[in-house]
């Protein structure tokens, strides 16, 4: 079985930073990209970032210059900091990860998600 864990959603001011972090643990035998995702109430998942198992990273375009995604393969975690935030980034927050498991088969996972809400 695998898990993937948020953490590090919260309440913040308009312009303020928070950092999130995912864990990915359990019967995993080879972990690819990993990524965040975020999705509003009535509105699709939309992407937020991703990043391979090499290091290259994809930003959606309106995250580009304010968030960075970086992972730790040792740790299989990846994280998103997040800077200069506005309230239009209120959002549930989702870890993904394109793995392959023990029984090596491959699909992607996903998070419980984390709330993280912007006042203005």
């Known amino acids: 079985q695998v898990q993937l864990v948020e953490s590090g959603g919260g309440l913040v001011q308009s312009g303020g930073s928070l950092r999130l972090s995912c864990a990915a643990s359990?019967?995993?035998?080879?972990?690819?990209?990993m990524g965040w995702y975020r999705q509003t109430p009535g509105k699709q998942r939309e992407l937020v970032a991703t990043i391979t198992s090499g290091g290259s990273t994809n930003y959606a375009d309106s995250m580009k210059g304010r968030f960075t995604i970086s992972r730790n393969n040792a740790k299989s975690t990846v994280y998103l900091q997040m800077n200069s935030l506005k309230p239009e980034d209120t959002a549930v927050y989702y870890c993904n990860a394109d793995l392959k498991n023990n029984d090596y088969i491959r699909r992607n996972y996903w998070g419980q998600g984390t709330q993280v809400t912007v006042s203005s």
């Open positions: 359990g019967s995993i035998f080879s972990i690819y990209a």
